[in-house]
């Protein structure tokens, strides 16, 4: 074990005992921090998978957010003197955004930024579903359909153009890139494939939406740095898995922004977006 491994591992249970201690006892909206942050959804509603919150919960966040923050549009958490602003971003376009997510979205009057991959809208593409129940992680050919046909996955259930249309017709909802076929962008070597899934993706989605899209999601978080080239050559703004908040906004990259994973425990949630789990972390190295 190298000599900063141990530190960091101890670092890490104790920001999950803090998080509880935290939970139980709020001490961190005591904290003076003033950090911005993105959360990143996936799924809201019934049965509870990778990622899913329920409806009750994703009411109580916004409860807390709004209280706690203020909820912005997702380029207004890089702008220069906004402080305790979170945006909110959904991955992946399911049906149950479209069910569940958006009406509670217009009942509190809060913005978000829906990340859409485009060859997966209004039917899975055969042999595709694994891309979205599988981690490029654990598979070193997750570019490769041949290596999963023998895989059986639910179809992910992304919703159809005509939904699409209608949710990005609401001014509180903006579309993003998320790929066209949900590939792992850190395993692609040739710069035809990565155009047309960034530059190509985006294209279509303003094509049949008849909106302007400038941001991009890196499918599981995962970019090479001539994925990061492409993706600065074609959008404005693109957010990673990597965990985080915008501690100095202004300072921060656009083209890759941490984000806090809302699905995990409530707990945990509020405990990263007071920024107090951030600081430790640079004092721990
Ligand atoms: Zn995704």
Same mark, same amino acid.
């Given at each position: 074990m190298s000599g900063a491994g141990l530190p960091r591992r101890l670092a890490r249970g104790g920001f999950e005992a803090l998080a509880r201690l935290d939970g139980?006892?709020?001490?961190?909206? @005591?904290?003076?921090? $003033?950090?911005?942050?993105?959360?990143?959804? @996936?799924?809201?509603? $019934?049965?509870?998978?990778?990622?899913?919150v329920s409806v009750d919960r994703f009411r109580r966040d916004l409860d807390y957010l709004t209280d706690a923050f203020e909820v912005v549009d997702l380029p207004a958490v890089l702008e220069a003197g906004g402080e305790k602003r979170v945006a909110l971003t959904f991955d992946d376009a399911y049906d149950d955004?479209? $069910?569940?997510?958006?009406?509670?979205?217009? $009942?509190?009057?809060?913005?978000a930024t829906l990340f859409v991959p485009v060859a997966f809208v209004g039917g899975c593409p055969d042999g595709y579903a694994y891309r979205f129940a599988r981690s490029p992680v654990d598979h070193e050919a997750f570019n490769d359909p041949a290596a999963f046909v023998d895989e059986s996955v639910r179809d992910p259930g992304v919703m159809s153009w005509d939904r699409l249309r209608e949710v990005a017709a609401d001014p509180l909802v903006t579309v993003g890139t998320h790929t066209r076929t949900h590939l792992d962008l850190a395993r692609v070597r040739d710069r035809k494939t990565l155009e047309d899934e960034i530059v190509g993706a985006r294209d279509e989605l303003e094509d049949r939406l008849g909106v302007a899209v400038d941001r991009f999601c890196y499918p599981f978080g995962r970019y090479s740095e001539a994925a990061v080239d492409v993706v600065r050559e074609s959008h404005a703004m693109a957010v990673t898995s990597e965990r985080g908040v915008l501690s100095d906004p202004e300072a921060a990259d656009a083209y890759r922004l941490p984000r806090v994973r809302a699905h995990e425990p409530t707990h945990r949630v509020r405990f990263d977006l007071s920024g107090l789990r951030w600081r430790l972390t640079e004092l721990v190295g």
């Amino acid at each position: 074990m190298s000599g900063a491994g141990l530190p960091r591992r101890l670092a890490r249970g104790g920001f999950e005992a803090l998080a509880r201690l935290d939970g139980a006892t709020q001490f961190s909206r @005591h904290y003076p921090d $003033e950090s911005n942050a993105v959360l990143a959804y @996936h799924a809201v509603g $019934e049965p509870a998978g990778y990622g899913n919150v329920s409806v009750d919960r994703f009411r109580r966040d916004l409860d807390y957010l709004t209280d706690a923050f203020e909820v912005v549009d997702l380029p207004a958490v890089l702008e220069a003197g906004g402080e305790k602003r979170v945006a909110l971003t959904f991955d992946d376009a399911y049906d149950d955004f479209y $069910e569940n997510a958006l009406p509670v979205l217009r $009942e509190y009057r809060v913005p978000a930024t829906l990340f859409v991959p485009v060859a997966f809208v209004g039917g899975c593409p055969d042999g595709y579903a694994y891309r979205f129940a599988r981690s490029p992680v654990d598979h070193e050919a997750f570019n490769d359909p041949a290596a999963f046909v023998d895989e059986s996955v639910r179809d992910p259930g992304v919703m159809s153009w005509d939904r699409l249309r209608e949710v990005a017709a609401d001014p509180l909802v903006t579309v993003g890139t998320h790929t066209r076929t949900h590939l792992d962008l850190a395993r692609v070597r040739d710069r035809k494939t990565l155009e047309d899934e960034i530059v190509g993706a985006r294209d279509e989605l303003e094509d049949r939406l008849g909106v302007a899209v400038d941001r991009f999601c890196y499918p599981f978080g995962r970019y090479s740095e001539a994925a990061v080239d492409v993706v600065r050559e074609s959008h404005a703004m693109a957010v990673t898995s990597e965990r985080g908040v915008l501690s100095d906004p202004e300072a921060a990259d656009a083209y890759r922004l941490p984000r806090v994973r809302a699905h995990e425990p409530t707990h945990r949630v509020r405990f990263d977006l007071s920024g107090l789990r951030w600081r430790l972390t640079e004092l721990v190295g």
